[in-house]
């Protein structure tokens, strides 16, 4: 089985503007998350979906925002980037929301 | 606020000893502690976990240590090898509101042969 596909895995972009980040959940899982990982730190959660709904939101600004299609795939969108949004970002894909998170490598997002 | 602090930053171990890395939470509603392995471009990937009705479990070399009243916890990794080397996080959640993840700040481990 495939495990969590995140596309692209790297992007630069210049601040100001927009990005669209992409993820497959595992076949079967209905629950993704995103995080955000600054380079020394650990994860910081941004949202979560379930069956297409937000469940939960992370201390983000609105520039942020994400959806979960029927297939339960998911994207996150960055509009008005800024430097401090270079991160790895990561996606994390589950059967529900009480169970532990499988992750994706991530997509390393460059802000110049 | 929600805070998972871990210690300490780094760590460096000889081949075959024990690394120990710990934790510190502060919402006492957390009922879920993972501990996650990372490796250099790749995500995080879930290693061992805890809930607090137990003060250890163990899977292999890893044991993870609990301590309720302290509120906190830690990672005792036995043997170190060198391909234990990785970046670890501790974390926390509430399993029964949605399981998402406040992460402590991370250690990276460096075994040396």
């Known amino acids: 089985d495939a495990g969590v596909t995140q596309s692209p895995t790297h992007l630069i972009k210049t601040r100001g503007q927009h990005v669209t980040l992409r993820c497959s959940p595992i076949?079967?899982?209905?629950?993704v998350s995103w995080y955000q990982q600054v380079l020394g730190q650990g994860p910081q959660f941004i949202f979560q979906?379930?069956?297409?709904?937000?469940?939960g939101r992370g201390n983000f600004p609105d520039r942020f925002s994400a959806r979960q299609f029927p297939n339960y795939s998911s994207e996150l969108n960055v509009n008005a980037l800024l430097l401090g949004d270079s991160a790895l970002y990561l996606c994390?894909?589950?059967?529900?929301?009480?169970?532990?998170?499988?992750f994706g490598s991530g997509t390393r997002l460059t802000v110049v | 606020q929600q805070q998972v602090k871990q210690s300490p930053q780094s760590l460096i171990v000889q081949k075959g000893g024990i690394s120990i890395i710990n934790c510190a939470y502060e919402?006492?509603?957390?009922?879920?502690f993972p501990w996650y392995q990372q490796f250099p471009g790749k995500g995080p990937a879930l290693l061992i976990a805890i809930r607090p009705d137990v003060s250890e479990k163990k899977e292999g070399r890893f044991t993870i240590s609990f301590n309720k009243s302290a509120k906190q916890f830690s990672l005792h990794i036995m043997d170190s090898q060198p391909g234990d080397s990785a970046t670890y996080f501790c974390?926390?959640?509430?399993?029964?509101?949605?399981?998402?993840?406040?992460f402590g700040g991370g250690t990276r481990l460096m075994v040396k042969p």
């Open positions: 974390a926390a959640s509430q399993e029964n509101a949605g399981n998402m993840l406040t």
């Open positions: 919402n006492t509603a957390f009922d879920y």
């Open positions: 979906y379930y069956e297409k709904e937000e469940r």
């Open positions: 076949s079967g899982h209905k629950s």
């Open positions: 994390a894909s589950s059967w529900d929301r009480g169970h532990g998170y499988t």
